[in-house]
């Protein structure tokens, strides 16, 4: 890596200081191939497999180290004992590749990760799924997520999208008193396949429902709950208690912030802040940001506790529902520090990872 590249990922990605960044070509499909571990302070890195365009190569690299360095967060915070570790994929051009050249590039993977020797275990992520891990799992034992029938712990979406509610309890005691859901309104930013299982859920609780997609035909979601659907434009200025983003992340930004109409955002998409210091701009605002490390917890607790613990449902289930307690401890330190909730989850995760290396 250049000196100069170095020294702008140091500014724009925090917690830069990886243990290791691999990048290498994959000799079936070509494809460049990005591999970070952030921390194995705790065990294994953990963490999943994007698949998607880059318009900029630079791009890539700066998304597997954020989000590689928010895995080691997200499993120190969740209780696990993993370190942190992302992949991505930077496709040349938008689109899915299928057939044959899927599986040369799943077959790339499963070697690049199979290389590592166990220090990184991966699983699915935005472009990937619970087959595709199958596929990797031909080239490394170190892929998880598999379908339930390959002997894994299958799709983890649902698993999000639990947690996500139980962290939305904590939301609404913390925000308005009462950790009930039913009769308040949350604007769902992204209907895939977390996004619109906690539309459901949501549903479930008696919660009214705004929605929005970027394909047009998540209205039919919509309908199907009652739910009020607007423009993906004005997702951003639906006026709701709290706003739900699960798609992409970076959508908090110093740019949208100012037009936010919520009193909390708490949602599974990742990396939601463009930059740690969006977090202060919302709290200046008043409104409660839930760190996403926190809130997205669900699918990788129940899949680690399938696949490498061996834990009951019964036992997982506490821990997706745990979330909760660990949101609470957020918000209580963030208040004893005067600080954010993205302040206090970090230093939560550090204070866990600092602990593993003693």
């Avoid at 190569?57 to 499993?75: C, F, G, H, Q, Y």
């Avoid at 892929?143 to 904590?170: F, K, Q």
């Avoid at 047009?216 to 709950?225: C, Q, W």
Wanted: glycine share 14%; charged share 20%; hydrophobic share 45%.
């Amino acid at each position: 890596m250049t000196a100069a590249l170095e020294q702008t990922l140091s500014v724009n990605v925090p917690n830069f200081s990886h243990e290791l960044i691999q990048i290498v070509r994959g000799r079936r499909s070509g494809l460049a191939i990005s591999i970070a571990i952030h921390s194995t302070a705790l065990g294994p890195a953990a963490g999943g497999c994007r698949i998607a365009y880059y318009a900029d190569p630079a791009a890539a690299i700066t998304d597997v180290l954020r989000l590689s360095a928010a895995m080691t967060e997200k499993n120190a915070l969740a209780g696990l004992d993993h370190g942190g570790g992302k992949t991505v994929v930077a496709l040349p051009a938008p689109g899915r590749p299928a057939g044959a050249e899927r599986t040369a590039l799943l077959h790339d993977l499963g070697d690049a990760i199979e290389s590592l020797g166990g220090r990184y275990i991966t699983g699915p992520d935005v472009g990937s799924g619970p087959a595709d891990m199958s596929v990797i799992g031909e080239r490394t034992t170190h892929a998880c997520c598999r379908p339930v029938e390959d002997g894994g712990s299958g799709d983890s979406s649902l698993h999000t999208a639990r947690g996500t509610l139980a962290a939305l309890g904590a939301v609404a005691e913390e925000a308005f008193g009462s950790p009930e859901l039913a009769g308040r309104t949350f604007g769902v930013i992204g209907l895939g396949a977390v996004g619109g299982q906690v539309a459901r859920l949501l549903d479930q609780a008696g919660a009214r429902l705004v929605v929005t997609d970027v394909d047009p035909a998540k209205r039919g979601l919509a309908t199907e709950l009652g739910a009020t659907w607007v423009d993906p434009g004005d997702a951003l200025t639906m006026e709701v208690d709290v706003l739900i983003p699960a798609a992409l992340g970076g959508l908090l930004t110093a740019g949208t912030v100012p037009s936010l109409r919520c009193a909390a955002v708490a949602g599974p998409a990742n990396n939601q802040l463009d930059e740690p210091a969006t977090g202060d701009l919302l709290a200046a605002r008043g409104i409660l940001w839930a760190p996403d490390v926190v809130v997205s917890a669900g699918g990788v607790i129940h899949a680690i506790g399938v696949e490498l613990r061996q834990e009951p449902e019964e036992r997982l289930t506490e821990r997706i529902q745990g979330i909760a307690a660990t949101l609470r401890q957020v918000f209580q330190t963030a208040r004893a520090h005067q600080s954010t909730p993205a302040f206090a989850a970090r230093l939560l995760a550090e204070q866990r990872v600092r602990g593993g290396l003693g």
